[in-house]
T-cell receptor, first 115, second 111 residues
Framework: DAGVTQSPTHLIKTRGQQVTLRCSPK?????VSWYQQALGQGPQFIFQ???????QRGNFPDRFSGHQFPNYSSELNVNALLLGDSALYLC??????????????FGDGTRLSIL | GENVEQHPSTLSVQEGDSAVIKCTYS??????FPWYKQELGKRPQLIID?????GEKKDQRIAVTLNKTAKHFSLHITETQPEDSAVYFC??????????FGKGTLLTVNP
């Protein structure tokens, strides 16, 4: 039973560029949440996708956008990258995450470095 | 929105001792509180969780207690082992349908 998988593992970009990160949820899960984790901090909620729609959003600018596909996989897009966007980006999946507080399982994350 | 405070930020114990990490939350409507363990360079791993209709939950050496009146919950690890060394995060699921994390506790278990 595959867990949550994310790609790529590491990514290096320069300021102003755009990046796309990918996530495949754990088998049986239909909800995907994205988090940003800066060094030494707890994960910060970016947004959550359920039924191919953004259901909740944290305090992140519109440069952060996402998508969920019919197979429940998801993408996180960040435009106009800033140095401060350097972080570990974590994807977590759960079952029916919007109306029910279900356990979230994390992937290994994508380490994004902005030069 | 929900605000989760966690302390201590660092905790050092001797192998075999107990460790306790405490968190407080602000949203009285919060109903789900998971705890995650994150080893260096690895994913946060769910180790135990508790819902607001339960006061205590135990899984082998790990237990979590919840006091809804005081709005705080705690993680208890007994008979600590070196492999328990990691960063532990508490989190709360609030009425805004988001999972809010604490800042983490670095637990070091000394052999």
């Amino acid at each position: 039973d595959a867990g949550v998988t994310q790609s790529p593992t590491h990514l290096i970009k320069t300021r102003g560029q755009q990046v796309t990160l990918r996530c495949s949820p754990k088998s049986g899960h239909d909800t995907v949440s994205w988090y940003q984790q800066a060094l030494g901090q707890g994960p910060q909620f970016i947004f959550q996708y359920y039924e191919e729609e953004e259901r909740q959003r944290g305090n992140f600018p519109d440069r952060f956008s996402g998508h969920q596909f019919p197979n429940y996989s998801s993408e996180l897009n960040v435009n106009a990258l800033l140095l401060g966007d350097s972080a570990l980006y974590l994807c977590a999946s759960s079952f029916q995450g919007m109306d029910n507080s279900q356990p979230q399982h994390f992937g290994d994350g994508t380490r994004l470095s902005i030069l | 929105g929900e605000n989760v405070e966690q302390h201590p930020s660092t905790l050092s114990v001797q192998e075999g001792d107990s460790a306790v990490i405490k968190c407080t939350y602000s949203d009285s409507a919060s109903n789900y509180f998971p705890w995650y363990k994150q080893e260096l360079g690895k994913r946060p791993q769910l180790i135990i969780d508790i819902r607001s209709n339960v006061g205590e939950k135990k899984d082998q050496r790990i237990a979590v207690t919840l006091n809804k009146t005081a709005k705080h919950f705690s993680l208890h690890i007994t008979e600590t082992q070196p492999e328990d060394s990691a960063v532990y995060f508490c989190a709360g699921w609030g009425s805004n349908y988001k999972l809010t994390f604490g800042k983490g506790t670095l637990l070091t278990v000394n052999p």
